[in-house]
């Protein structure tokens, strides 16, 4: 039942994004997000990339160098290779 649920938002959610008279419209706002309160007083990231593009950031506490903490975010793409490592 939750598959089918989840399956049914994916399509709803590709009508509206392939719709172009909807084009203008999808976006949210850091005060959007930061509205939710889950989300208050957190840092936010904003990545714009081709379709396709996976996203991946890794616990920094599973690193094998627990002496400095390593952040780091993965963008894969077939157009594209971006790997960039955060210190804190």
């Known amino acids: 039942m939750l598959l089918k649920y ?3 938002m994916q399509e709803r959610f ?9 084009q203008k419209l999808l976006f ?6 930061k509205g ?3 989300f208050q ?5 904003a990545i714009k990339a081709p379709h396709g593009t996976t996203l ?4 920094p506490d599973e690193d094998f160098d627990y002496r400095q903490r390593r952040y780091g975010i993965f963008l894969r793409s077939t157009m594209a290779n971006l790997r ?3 210190k804190r």
Do not use: K, M, W
């Open 36 to 38: 939710i309160p889950c």
């Open 6 to 8: 989840c399956r049914e």
């Open 41 to 45: 007083n957190e840092s936010l990231i």
């Open 56 to 59: 991946e950031v890794p616990d």
């Open 14 to 22: 590709r009508d509206l994004s392939e719709n172009d008279n909807n």
């Open 84 to 86: 960039r490592n955060l």
């Open 28 to 33: 949210v706002t850091e005060e959007d997000i």
